[in-house]
């Protein structure tokens, strides 16, 4: 599945933020975008078990009720020691408010003193077309959970996640040094080699 240049893509999302973050990953291939909440889309509910099934839920979805292809995503933070939890309800575990303090206290609290401490972040890419065919593309870094929470750069869990191979968390490294081995950035480079073309 390969989009042409000057193809208008559906980024199935209601967030302000990766609907920015997508239309500039997407500018150098060409691609024009369009968002979900803009075309008066609904939201569908994530159901599925994992992200694959969420994000090919939120795509066909979308590609759907658009009538154009369609690209959603899907991620969460996962902790050996906790069974893979949060994982898909990643975002749940924040509360009401989305106060991620809560989420780390929480991940803090049920980890207790487990000797295995790996943990890693998963994010899965799904483009769709309008007549159901879906394809996805997953992007995983690996590294531990570290306690108490460091840094403010970043969101959601970074403050509590030291990726491989340095002392640093997500929360201490500029966004670039982040982006440069992020899930979200891995997931991304699998879908712009399969799916399109630079000029
Ligand atoms: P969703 O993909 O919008 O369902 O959000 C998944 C949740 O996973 C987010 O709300 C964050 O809590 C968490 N998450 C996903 N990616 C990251 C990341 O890069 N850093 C920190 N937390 C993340």
Redesign the pocket.
């Known amino acids: 599945m390969r989009l042409a240049r000057g193809s208008r893509l559906v980024v199935a999302t209601h ?1 302000p933020g ?1 609907l920015a973050e997508m239309t500039a990953l997407l500018a150098p291939y060409g691609i024009e975008t369009l968002s979900a909440g803009a075309l008066g889309l609904p939201e569908p509910e ?1 159901t599925a078990e994992d992200f694959e099934g ?1 994000a090919r839920l939120k795509a066909c979805a979308a590609a759907r009720g658009a009538g154009l292809p369609a690209l959603a ?5 996962c902790v050996a020691a906790l069974g893979g939890a949060p994982g898909v309800v ?2 749940r575990w ?1 509360g009401p408010g989305r106060d ?1 303090s809560v ?1 780390m206290a929480r991940v803090e609290r049920e980890m207790g003193n487990a000797a295995d401490r790996r943990a890693w ?1 998963i ?1 899965v890419l799904c483009l769709a077309l309008p007549d159901g065919r879906a394809t996805c593309f997953t992007g995983r870094v690996d590294g531990a959970v570290s306690f108490p929470p460091r840094g403010t750069h ?5 403050p509590i ?1 030291v990726p491989e191979g340095d002392r640093r968390t ?1 929360g201490e490294m500029r966004p670039e040094e ?1 982006e440069a081995i ?3 950035s891995r997931a991304f480079r699998a879908f712009a080699a399969a799916c399109l073309s630079l000029p």
């Open positions: 967030n990766k994530e969420n995503d899907d991620s969460g933070f990643s975002a924040a991620f989420a972040f994010s970043g969101f959601g869990y970074d996640f997500f982040k992020s899930h979200r």
